[in-house]
């Protein structure tokens, strides 16, 4: 698709954009729940890793979805962990997807509405942000735990047309979930565009539902 066909920035007036997997590489993440948290969970359980991972797999398909799979307060209340504390261990991993910061800047010159929406917890987003300058970006930082319901959710979508008004149908919304960006969708949001290659090191993926993008070259300048 040629890239000044994505989208029609005179009929956007508000941007949301998600950080894991979007703005952020996903690597950070799936390092770190998929290897570096089963590692030292095995440590402090006496346990084989495979075991650890397996028992940590059954955890997160479990709360899959909600605001528990997001929440560091309650995975460290469930394995007995400091999480914020043993991502610090792997920090360095934290990185900017190619092209964002160019992306972010020349939004900022159009005076819309940008807020930065995460289900992150607010203790991962402050984390992040300490490590990664994008907060000055943003006219908005709005987490779903401030709401008490994840993207996936109709309830979230409501919660936050009432903390920052916005006309649905001039809204764009930037992520790499589709069970969000479906939410997203029956709420009414008028633009949508989905992050193919959330992780770095993992191969894209297919999203037919809605216009994609492998990283933020691929948008023109907005305007």
Same mark, same amino acid.
């Given at each position: 698709?040629?890239?000044?066909?994505?989208?029609?920035?005179?009929?956007?007036?508000?941007?949301?954009?998600?950080?894991?997997?979007?703005?952020?590489? *996903?690597?950070?993440?799936?390092?770190?729940?998929?290897?570096?948290?089963?590692?030292?969970?095995?440590?402090?359980?006496?346990?084989?890793?495979?075991?650890?991972?397996?028992?940590?797999?059954?955890?997160?398909?479990?709360?899959?979805?909600? *605001?528990? +799979?997001?929440?560091?307060?309650? +995975?460290?209340?469930? %394995?007995?962990?400091?999480?914020?504390?043993?991502?610090?261990? @792997?920090?360095?991993?934290?990185?900017?997807?190619?092209? @964002?910061?160019?992306?972010?800047?020349?939004?900022?010159?159009?005076?819309?509405?940008?807020?930065?929406?995460?289900?992150?917890?607010?203790?991962?987003?402050?984390?992040? *942000?300490?490590?990664?300058?994008?907060?000055?970006?943003?006219?908005?930082?709005?987490?779903?735990?401030?709401?008490?319901?994840?993207?996936?959710?109709?309830?979230? +979508?409501?919660? %936050?047309?009432?903390? *920052?008004?916005?006309?649905?149908?001039?809204?764009?919304?930037?992520?790499?979930?589709?069970? @969000?960006?479906?939410?997203?969708?029956?709420?009414?949001?008028?633009?949508?565009?989905?992050?193919?290659?959330?992780?770095?090191?993992?191969?894209?993926?297919?999203?037919?539902?809605?216009?994609?993008?492998?990283?933020?070259?691929?948008?023109?300048?907005?305007?």
């Amino acid at each position: 698709m040629a890239h000044q066909q994505i989208l029609d920035w005179q009929q956007i007036d508000t941007v949301f954009l998600d950080m894991d997997g979007t703005l952020l590489d *996903l690597y950070f993440d799936n390092h770190f729940w998929l290897e570096h948290l089963p590692q030292r969970f095995a440590e402090n359980a006496s346990m084989d890793i495979e075991a650890a991972r397996a028992h940590l797999r059954q955890l997160y398909e479990s709360r899959q979805g909600t *605001l528990d +799979w997001y929440c560091i307060d309650y +995975w460290g209340d469930k %394995l007995g962990l400091d999480i914020l504390t043993l991502k610090e261990e @792997v920090d360095h991993l934290i990185r900017m997807h190619p092209h @964002v910061e160019e992306f972010l800047h020349g939004l900022r010159e159009t005076g819309k509405i940008v807020a930065l929406v995460t289900n992150a917890h607010p203790g991962t987003l402050a984390f992040k *942000l300490e490590r990664i300058p994008l907060a000055d970006y943003f006219s908005h930082l709005v987490s779903s735990h401030e709401f008490g319901y994840p993207k996936e959710s109709q309830l979230f +979508w409501e919660a %936050l047309q009432k903390r *920052l008004p916005f006309e649905r149908e001039r809204t764009l919304f930037i992520d790499d979930s589709e069970s @969000v960006l479906r939410s997203a969708r029956e709420y009414g949001i008028g633009h949508l565009v989905a992050i193919s290659h959330p992780d770095s090191q993992q191969p894209g993926k297919a999203l037919d539902d809605f216009i994609s993008i492998s990283n933020f070259s691929e948008l023109h300048k907005p305007a």
